[in-house]
């Protein structure tokens, strides 16, 4: 079904899209919008903070602050 769904959205062949890849993107675009950890586990369906923070990567515009 993702896969189907990639297509449809245009994405490039040679990009992989993974459950896992999407949920990592997500947990990293909630945190760059500084939406709070409890509220991203809510949406991500994760169980503890710390399953989270090894998804999300700080960006540089996070660092600098």
């Known amino acids: 079904m993702l896969k189907v769904m990639a297509k449809d959205a245009g994405f ?3 990009k992989r899209i993974t459950n896992h890849s999407v ?3 997500l ?3 909630l ?8 509220e991203t ?4 369906g994760h169980k503890n903070v710390q399953s989270i923070t ?3 990567n700080i960006s ?3 660092q600098q602050k």
């Not at 945190?31 to 409890?38: Q, S």
């Not at 586990?41 to 991500?44: D, E, K, L, P, R």
């Open 12 to 14: 490039l062949k040679h």
């Open 23 to 25: 949920r990592k993107l």
């Open 27 to 29: 947990v990293q675009k």
């Open 31 to 38: 945190r760059n919008a500084n939406i709070p950890p409890t």
């Open 41 to 44: 586990m809510a949406i991500t």
């Open 54 to 56: 090894n998804y999300s």
């Open 60 to 62: 540089v515009k996070q």
